[in-house]
């Protein structure tokens, strides 16, 4: 071997090394770094004419766990569907109360129910009526509260809809675009890893949103499929389409028209509707948020109002009341059936009683209906108005059969076990997030690692180099003969 060969060999041995502290030093700085794939140096004998010729660097890998980071992504997006579903039912929950708070609905009732006895032993005491009457109004101002805590989530969650689908498809396109870029340095033998990063943390950024799939294509681009099969990312990106609403009233629905879907073109395939495809993220649980859970727990909410407002309207209540409003009314107006949904937004104590709004409390004691006072000694409505609390249902909703506070207890108890069951499937979720999150970084950077790489990456510096100053010297001498 020529020592022109024999410096050639070091030569590139000292770029090989230099090369692989570039990248040792790359992985150090980005340990902490989310998306960063660990760069490893790939090399190869460089062989000229059939004679070894030192060291070739043929490219650059990136070190991934690719399973691993799919089946985090599809953690974080039930992770994602499960806090959404937490966070609406800890938000009813603490408008309506629980049963120790004093300003919850079952205190409210309680309220209402000792503030009646009480004027059966007073009826003459006025001040006691209308501290009955202020009970009937805190109660019903309670269920109003309710009611408009559900309609705000409605509203936050098709906000919340707006957004995300603005968010999804910036990082959607984001990745076709990156794809391409990626795939023009890979054919080109150039080191995309810094692209692959990047479009690692613009996938990362969706994936809480909705389940995706990363899949490799040839030279390092990739397709995003969503678990029916939809591919969101091939060539070209999909884009979801969605019209936020304004302002939403209980009476406006999806299957009405008068909320807005989710449209997907240009998926490279499509196994399904757009709402298949984003099934079980948290962009999904937004819509089934919006459109059955609230929708559902205002059905509950009404009904409830309704069995109330039944209940004092009721001939047990007071015969003489022809379908006229009781205690409780639709603002003012007696119950009509047609008009249901949004009950428990609108219900509100009888003006004919409500000093506030012109009534006269007397009226609880002497009848709704009652053109004049009667004997201040009488009973028969305020003891009434007790046992249509405390009996059995009156009206057309037979699930609610047993007490008044027993149907709220009941009602707040099924708010609550929701609450409970959303939270355990966040721990679950927060596991197996936890669980993949660990097995990713068990390919990422190990610091350690790197520095006895290190070692050894300067140990083949010196070396090398050594072997240049030794060739240096013997050329010197021959060109001393």
């Given at each position: 071997?020529?020592?022109?060969?024999?410096?050639?060999?070091?030569?590139?041995?000292?770029t090989?090394?230099?090369?692989?502290?570039?990248?040792v030093?790359?992985?150090?700085?980005?340990?902490?770094?989310?998306?960063?794939?660990?760069?490893?140096?790939?090399?190869?004998p460089?062989?000229?004419?059939?004679?070894?010729?030192?060291?070739s660097?043929?490219?650059?890998?990136?070190?991934?766990?690719?399973?691993?980071?799919?089946?985090?992504?599809?953690?974080?997006?039930?992770?994602?569907?499960?806090?959404?579903?937490?966070?609406?039912?800890?938000?009813?929950?603490?408008?309506?109360?629980?049963?120790?708070?004093?300003?919850?609905?079952?205190?409210?009732?309680?309220?209402?129910?000792?503030?009646?006895?009480?004027?059966?032993?007073?009826?003459?005491?006025?001040?006691?009526?209308?501290?009955?009457?202020?009970?009937?109004?805190?109660?019903?101002?309670?269920?109003?509260?309710?009611?408009?805590?559900?309609?705000?989530?409605?509203?936050?969650?098709?906000?919340?809809?707006?957004?995300?689908?603005?968010?999804?498809?910036?990082?959607?396109?984001?990745?076709?675009?990156?794809?391409?870029?990626?795939?023009?340095?890979?054919?080109?033998?150039?080191?995309?890893?810094?692209?692959?990063?990047?479009?690692?943390?613009?996938?990362d950024?969706?994936?809480?949103?909705?389940?995706?799939?990363?899949v490799?294509?040839?030279?390092?681009?990739?397709?995003?499929?969503?678990?029916?099969?939809?591919?969101?990312?091939?060539?070209?990106?999909?884009?979801?389409?969605?019209?936020?609403?304004?302002?939403?009233?209980?009476?406006?629905?999806?299957?009405?028209?008068?909320?807005?879907?989710?449209?997907?073109?240009?998926?490279s395939?499509?196994?399904?509707?757009?709402?298949?495809?984003?099934?079980?993220?948290?962009?999904?649980?937004?819509?089934?948020?919006?459109?059955?859970?609230?929708?559902?727990?205002?059905?509950?909410?009404?009904?409830?109002?309704?069995?109330?407002?039944?209940?004092?309207?009721?001939?047990?209540?007071?015969?003489?009341?022809?379908?006229?409003?009781?205690?409780?009314?639709?603002?003012?107006?007696?119950?009509?059936?047609?008009?249901?949904?949004?009950?428990?937004?609108?219900?509100?104590?009888?003006?004919?009683?409500?000093?506030?709004?012109?009534?006269?409390?007397?009226?609880?004691?002497?009848g709704?209906?009652?053109?004049?006072?009667?004997?201040?000694?009488?009973?028969?409505?305020?003891?009434?108005?007790?046992?249509?609390?405390?009996?059995?249902?009156?009206?057309?909703?037979?699930?609610?059969?047993?007490?008044?506070?027993?149907?709220?207890?009941?009602?707040?108890?099924?708010?609550?076990?929701?609450?409970?069951?959303?939270?355990?499937?966040?721990?679950?979720?927060?596991?197996?997030?936890?669980?993949?999150?660990?097995?990713?970084?068990?390919?990422?950077?190990?610091?350690?690692?790197?520095?006895?790489?290190?070692?050894?990456?300067?140990?083949?510096?010196?070396?090398?180099?050594?072997?240049?100053e030794?060739i240096?010297?013997?050329?010197?001498?021959?060109?001393?003969?």
């Amino acid at each position: 071997m020529s020592l022109t060969s024999a410096l050639s060999n070091a030569t590139s041995g000292l770029t090989a090394a230099t090369r692989a502290a570039q990248l040792v030093s790359s992985n150090v700085a980005n340990a902490n770094t989310d998306g960063y794939g660990r760069r490893e140096l790939q090399l190869a004998p460089h062989v000229v004419g059939g004679v070894g010729a030192g060291v070739s660097v043929t490219g650059v890998s990136r070190v991934v766990d690719q399973v691993a980071i799919n089946d985090r992504r599809l953690a974080d997006a039930q992770l994602g569907a499960s806090t959404q579903n937490a966070a609406f039912f800890r938000s009813l929950e603490a408008a309506i109360g629980t049963p120790d708070d004093p300003g919850s609905l079952s205190a409210a009732v309680s309220k209402l129910e000792a503030e009646l006895i009480t004027a059966v032993s007073m009826p003459q005491n006025e001040t006691q009526l209308g501290a009955a009457v202020a009970a009937a109004d805190g109660l019903a101002s309670r269920i109003q509260t309710g009611a408009a805590r559900i309609q705000l989530e409605r509203q936050q969650a098709d906000t919340r809809i707006g957004q995300q689908v603005s968010q999804i498809n910036g990082a959607l396109s984001q990745v076709a675009e990156l794809n391409v870029q990626i795939q023009l340095h890979t054919a080109s033998g150039g080191d995309a890893s810094g692209l692959m990063d990047q479009r690692q943390r613009a996938i990362d950024s969706i994936s809480s949103l909705i389940p995706v799939k990363e899949v490799p294509r040839d030279n390092g681009m990739i397709a995003l499929i969503t678990p029916n099969g939809t591919t969101l990312v091939q060539q070209d990106s999909a884009q979801f389409s969605f019209t936020p609403t304004p302002t939403i009233v209980p009476e406006m629905s999806l299957a009405s028209g008068a909320l807005s879907g989710l449209t997907l073109t240009g998926a490279s395939s499509s196994a399904g509707s757009a709402m298949q495809a984003i099934a079980g993220g948290a962009l999904a649980a937004n819509f089934t948020l919006r459109d059955e859970t609230a929708v559902t727990a205002q059905a509950g909410l009404d009904t409830l109002a309704r069995n109330l407002i039944e209940r004092t309207s009721s001939v047990e209540a007071d015969p003489n009341l022809a379908g006229a409003a009781g205690l409780f009314s639709d603002n003012g107006a007696p119950f009509d059936p047609g008009l249901e949904i949004g009950l428990s937004n609108r219900i509100s104590v009888n003006p004919a009683v409500d000093p506030n709004q012109g009534g006269d409390v007397w009226r609880l004691r002497d009848g709704i209906t009652a053109l004049a006072q009667g004997p201040q000694g009488e009973t028969e409505r305020l003891t009434a108005l007790v046992d249509v609390l405390s009996g059995q249902a009156a009206g057309a909703a037979p699930e609610l059969d047993g007490s008044f506070s027993g149907n709220a207890a009941s009602f707040l108890s099924g708010i609550s076990q929701s609450r409970i069951h959303a939270e355990n499937e966040i721990s679950f979720a927060s596991s197996q997030v936890v669980t993949f999150s660990t097995q990713e970084q068990a390919f990422g950077v190990d610091t350690d690692q790197e520095m006895q790489k290190l070692l050894t990456i300067e140990q083949s510096y010196a070396a090398n180099a050594k072997l240049i100053e030794t060739i240096d010297q013997m050329i010197q001498s021959l060109l001393r003969i």
